[in-house]
């Protein structure tokens, strides 16, 4: 079965540094997501990507956030100087239409010291 | 008021036993519902859809009532593997048809020997 894989696994990052985080969406999908899981928390929409653009983003979602498709293949998720309260769980999310199922990679643990 | 209430349990009932779990939602515009399965430390899996006219899946059965923006998940016969944190998700279908997910934050179920 396809599936949704992200890299690396586990981000330790120095505050103020930044990050990119990434992700392999399903070959055929065509809307991408970003999703964060602060430890014990619920999980929060950070945006959403179709066609090259963000299509919808939260608040959560500031200046210090970037994504893009690089290569056609990669979606990756760029903090440009991160905090402390940025450690979490970040989940990539992918569907092939934009009213199909989301289908969640494994994540990537950011922890910033 | 939260978006998406859930109980946060956690529910302890023996193998075998029947669980339910509620939600409550506080969009009224919501159009997709749905219920998530979260293991300790990993990535949501989608569990089942939920559509107005109630729908089962095994042991698994969904209720929705729009009237009351009340969601239902009921387990049968309970498994020692239906141990985790089951998540109750709402999304608004917009005039632009944006499909950002809004998660409970989780009802934990631990199903015991």
């Known amino acids: 079965e396809p599936e949704v894989t992200q890299t690396p696994s586990h981000q330790v990052t120095q505050m103020g540094q930044e990050v990119i985080l990434r992700c392999v969406p399903i070959?055929?999908?065509?809307?991408f997501y970003w999703y964060r899981q602060i430890l014990g928390q619920k999980v929060e929409f950070l945006v959403s990507?179709?066609?090259?653009?963000?299509?919808?983003k939260s608040e959560i979602f500031d200046d210090q956030f970037s994504v893009e498709r690089p290569d056609g293949s990669n979606f990756t998720l760029k903090i440009r100087s991160t905090k402390l309260e940025d450690s979490a769980m970040y989940f990539c999310?992918?569907?092939?239409?934009?009213?199909?199922?989301?289908?969640f990679g494994p994540g990537t643990r950011l922890t910033v010291l | 008021r939260k978006e998406v209430e859930q109980d946060p349990g956690p529910f302890n009932v023996p193998e075998g036993a029947t669980v339910a779990f509620n939600c409550t939602y506080s969009?009224?515009?919501?159009?997709?519902f749905f219920w998530y399965r979260q293991d300790c430390r990993k990535e949501p899996k989608l569990l089942m859809s939920?559509?107005?006219s109630g729908n089962e899946d095994g042991r698994f059965t969904a209720q929705l009532n729009r009237a009351s923006q009340y969601i239902s998940l009921l387990i049968r016969d309970s498994k020692l593997s239906d141990s985790a944190t089951y998540l109750c998700?709402?999304?608004?279908?917009?005039?632009?048809?944006?499909?950002?997910?809004?998660f409970g934050s989780g009802t934990r179920l631990q199903v015991q020997p």
């Open positions: 998700v709402v999304t608004p279908l917009m005039d632009t048809g944006r499909r950002a997910l809004t």
């Open positions: 999310a992918t569907s092939q239409g934009n009213t199909d199922t989301q289908y």
């Open positions: 969009n009224s515009a919501s159009q997709s």
């Open positions: 070959s055929n999908h065509l809307y």
């Open positions: 939920v559509y107005s």
């Open positions: 990507f179709y066609n090259n653009e963000i299509s919808e």
